[in-house]
């Protein structure tokens, strides 16, 4: 009883002291918004000027792509999109369009090495994942290839991918997916020339397997335009037996701002 009681004491003393410690951390660095820098009451927060902003994806929305829809078609409905041309992945989910505050929070993470925004990206993706974070039996990050991955030094996928586990208390896999193919930068291309850029640029190794037959993945990425790069990487992974595959993103551009 003696020894439960001082463990007792023990954790709430550093309960305590943690409790103290960020206190004092917030007064020498007071948390400001991710987006404006304004000050905020909360770290890795956004201030309510850009909360405003953001232009959240709600239903409704086309069940396979994602996309918005200006009126609500009814529960279940699939965009003409999705019909003429239907993905490679079973669902693609989305936290907001591509612009404003979620674009500089994207640019943030991927070329200003702001890492720190990764978890507060992550708690959206998972709200806004329509349970598949729940579902799911891996969380996958779209890899960068070893030679970008050593120039960038880090992969803003994995990031992401990484935070999301943390809190959903899910296996992560980045080895089960690799870069077999060093490609040109998407950015600029068209969608025929994304589409070719990166056709069997995606692998699964063969240690992988195993833990991708059958199972229910989720594949993150920061942003989805045209779909090329997460369309060959989910190819890839239907191709090594997974039984479902979520694109999940931060973002999404619509055609007009690709």
């Not at 891996?138 to 586990?165: D, G, M, T, Y």
């Amino acid at each position: 009883m003696e020894r439960a009681g001082w463990r007792n004491r023990a954790r709430r003393w550093r309960s305590l002291l943690g409790a103290i410690g960020a206190a004092a951390v917030n007064l020498v660095f007071p948390p400001v918004c991710c987006g404006c820098g304004r000050l905020t009451g909360d770290a890795h927060a956004v201030c309510p000027s850009c909360w405003a902003g953001l232009r959240l994806i709600e239903r409704p929305y086309c069940e396979i792509l994602g996309t918005p829809f200006a009126i609500d078609p009814g529960r279940g409905a699939v965009s003409p999109q999705a019909i003429a041309n239907p993905p490679v992945f079973d669902r693609l989910r989305s936290v907001s369009l591509h612009e404003g505050i979620a674009r500089d929070l994207v640019h943030g993470l991927k070329y200003r090495d702001r890492t720190d925004l990764a978890a507060m990206m992550a708690e959206w993706m998972i709200r806004a994942s329509d349970g598949a974070v729940a579902a799911a039996d891996i969380i996958v990050p779209v890899p960068l290839h070893a030679f970008r991955l050593w120039r960038r030094k880090f992969n803003q996928s994995a990031e992401l991918a990484r935070c999301l586990c943390e809190r959903a208390g899910k296996p992560y896999r980045p080895e089960a997916l690799r870069r077999v193919r060093r490609t040109r930068r998407q950015v600029g291309l068209g969608a025929r020339a994304r589409e070719e850029n990166v056709r069997g640029a995606f692998a699964v190794p063969e240690s992988a397997r195993a833990s991708i037959e059958g199972k229910r993945v989720v594949l993150v990425d920061d942003v989805y335009t045209t779909g090329a790069t997460v369309s060959a990487a989910a190819r890839a992974l239907k191709r090594a037996g997974a039984g479902d595959v979520t694109v999940l993103t931060f973002a999404m551009a619509m055609p007009e701002t690709i």
